[in-house]
């Protein structure tokens, strides 16, 4: 029995004519064995791998990152600082590990506004509905009745906020021409 051994990289398993796990060529056609490399393979935005046998390696992008090679920013990820930030209508820190996904009226606005960003922004805003407020669009704006999640108005307040016509408290000067004391049920 002759013993087989291969030169570092190349799989002595198929006879020398693979390449070994993390490793890429094609040794049966004269592709030698070569490293996987974080920087040539992964444009040093991902860890390079391949499998046992195979003539490519593959890339694990970090975080931000992607495509072949891992050449480009991910979904959600601001070319313009190098995917470091988020881009318009997405929050996240990619600095702190924490992923870029996109504003979204249910999770940051309670489906009671519209969720947006600017670019580079780590959290979204919210542009409340009528007859609601707050950070996250989780309270009553003033005047609109919580008993009616919002849908009615308060005592004192005038609208009718299902026809998009606003709450707004009652005038002495503009409802009872100064002549009395306004309010409303």
């Given at each position: 029995?002759?013993?087989?051994q291969?030169?570092?990289?190349?799989?002595?398993?198929?006879g020398?004519?693979?390449?070994?796990?993390?490793?890429?060529?094609?040794?049966?056609?004269s592709?030698?064995?070569?490293?996987?490399?974080?920087?040539?393979?992964?444009?040093?935005?991902?860890?390079?791998?391949?499998?046992?046998?195979?003539?490519?390696?593959?890339?694990?992008?970090?975080?931000?990152?992607?495509?072949?090679?891992?050449?480009?920013?991910?979904?959600?990820?601001?070319?313009?600082?190098?995917?470091?930030?988020?881009?318009?209508?997405?929050?996240?820190?990619?600095?702190?590990?924490?992923?870029?996904?996109?504003?979204?009226?249910?999770?940051?606005?309670?489906?009671?506004?519209?969720?947006?960003?600017?670019?580079?922004?780590?959290?979204?805003?919210?542009?409340?509905?009528?007859?609601?407020?707050?950070?996250?669009?989780?309270?009553?704006?003033?005047?609109?009745?919580?008993?009616?999640?919002?849908?009615?108005?308060?005592a004192?307040?005038?609208?009718?906020?299902?026809?998009?016509?606003?709450?707004?408290?009652?005038?002495?000067?503009?409802?009872?021409?100064?002549?009395?004391?306004?309010?409303?049920?």
């Amino acid at each position: 029995d002759e013993c087989m051994q291969c030169a570092t990289g190349y799989n002595s398993s198929t006879g020398c004519t693979t390449c070994e796990a993390n490793y890429q060529g094609n040794p049966a056609e004269s592709d030698p064995c070569v490293p996987c490399s974080n920087a040539d393979d992964c444009n040093s935005h991902g860890t390079a791998w391949s499998d046992a046998g195979s003539q490519a390696c593959q890339c694990e992008c970090d975080l931000g990152w992607a495509g072949d090679g891992c050449m480009q920013c991910a979904e959600g990820y601001d070319a313009s600082t190098s995917c470091t930030t988020c881009e318009k209508n997405h929050r996240g820190n990619p600095l702190e590990g924490e992923p870029c996904v996109p504003c979204s009226n249910g999770d940051d606005c309670n489906n009671h506004g519209t969720a947006w960003s600017d670019a580079g922004s780590q959290t979204c805003q919210c542009n409340c509905s009528l007859g609601w407020a707050g950070d996250e669009c989780m309270q009553c704006a003033t005047g609109y009745n919580s008993s009616t999640g919002c849908t009615t108005c308060e005592a004192n307040y005038q609208g009718n906020p299902a026809e998009s016509d606003p709450c707004v408290p009652c005038s002495n000067a503009d409802d009872c021409n100064s002549h009395g004391t306004a309010w409303s049920d």
